[in-house]
Structures are given as structure tokens and as C-alpha cells.
């Protein structure tokens, strides 16, 4: 069953989705050579408690950090830790959600490591990003959730690699519902997979984490001996991108973003709503 909020229950989302955005804030600034992911993860625990918030990644499951930190060949589930020592060069993941009063913030972004990264990392993150965007600004009534697979497909398909060849788009892994916990129906492919249908109608109060993943080779992964770390079958690096999203009356409302995803579906020609809190 499909989770539909009403304004208030939204409201909450919004207040969740902003000290996620702090935790990105934080986190992407801290992400220096020679930090640690474990570093990053006691700053996002900061920004939590000083918002007065709960992480919903820790113990989700076993998951022993507040964040997911997933470096280079790394998809996603990355957990923090001491041993890993960010380099010049790196190209790091943050997975981030926090808890307000019981309701969720879920979002993902990719950072770049000091310096020496190049032009196809950076593509390979800007064409993840702008993959998102195209899939949030489907958050449309109207619509149907197939058509948000769609746009983030169609976009990555469109886009050619630097070095040649195709993007992957990650299989295994896809968006979800969010609301009165992290992980909900309905579940979200970032392709179309025609045998799963149009999935259900988009309407006022569906809440969405929309987040492709994307490598520079296989749509293929596997999880470590932790149970938790996901990489890419043939080593190639990935990228990571997420934001959270509700449905209002008034049109789609991006929960995690601080503008609420004005400035950025204003150029795909998407007005949003009024933010949440007013």
C-alpha cells in the first residue's frame, strides 16, 4: 500500500528533509584528503542532535553508521569508518536521513575529493544529478510512476560518455516511497522494466526518494562479506544523487532541497509548490 500524507504529516517531512540538507552541508565540507569516513559520519551525528533529530540509517537493519559513505567502485551502503581515508581524487557519496517526530528525510549527493578529477567523473556525476532532476520534475499529477522511471532513463540514455561507451545504470538499487518510514512501497527502478507496468497513479500527498545511480560500465553489482557495502561487478566508479519529494496540491515540493527544487524545475519549466512550513 501506498503511504498518502496529509499536509501536516508533509510539513514534518519538510522540517526532516532540511536537517538532511544540513547534514549535506556539513559532511560535503568536511570531506577533506585525509579525513576519514568515520569523521564524517561524527559530523553528521553533530548536526543531528543539534537539530534535535534521529538518524534513520543507524541500526536500520543492523547499518552501524549515521550516513552511508560509498567511495569510488562503491554504489552505495558504504559504512563509515576509520580505515578509510579520503585522497585527492576520490569521488564520495553521502547517503543522509534524518527523523523529525517520527516522519523521514532521505537524500544523496556526490562530492569530489580535493583535487584531479576528471572530465568523465565529473560528467559521470553531472549526468546522475541531472537524471534526478528530470525524474523529479515527473513528479507530476497525472502521471504514473513509470513515467518517472522513464525521464531518468531517457536522460542518462541521451547523454553520450566522454570515453565512449554507456553509462550503467544500477540494477539492483532504485528510488522508493518515504513518509512514515525510510523505506515504503512504492519501489522505483531508474529504467523502465516493461513487465512491471505503469505502477500506480501519482496524487497529492505521495512522497517519493527519487535516486539514481549510475557507473562508467556494468548495471551490475554485489554486496561484501559486511552485508552492506555494494560495488560494481567490474570496478568502475559510480555516482549517487537523491532527493526526497512530495506531491501537494499544488504541485511537487522537493522535501531535502533548501529552495524546496525551485531554482532547478524552474529551468525544466515546473513550478513548485509553496513550501510546507510556510
Known sequence: MVEIKTPEQIAKMREAGLVVAAMHEACAAAAVPGATTKDLDEVAAKVLADHGAKPNFLGYGGFPGNICTSVNDVV???IPSKETVLKAGDLLSIDAGAIIDGWHGDAALTVFVGEGH???LRELSRVTEESMWA???AMRKGNRLVDVSKAIESYIRRQPRPAGGKY???EDY???GIGSQMHMDPHLLNYVERRRGRGPKLVPGMCLAIEPM???GTARTHVLSDEWTVKTNDGTWSSHWEHSIALTEQGPFVLTAPDGGRAKLAELGVEVAPDPLG
Open 76 to 78: 552505495v551502503h558504504g
Open 118 to 120: 576528471s572530465a568523465e
Open 135 to 137: 525524474g523529479l520534475a
Open 168 to 170: 550503467g545504470i544500477i
Open 174 to 176: 532504485g528510488g522508493h
Open 214 to 216: 549510475v557507473s562508467l
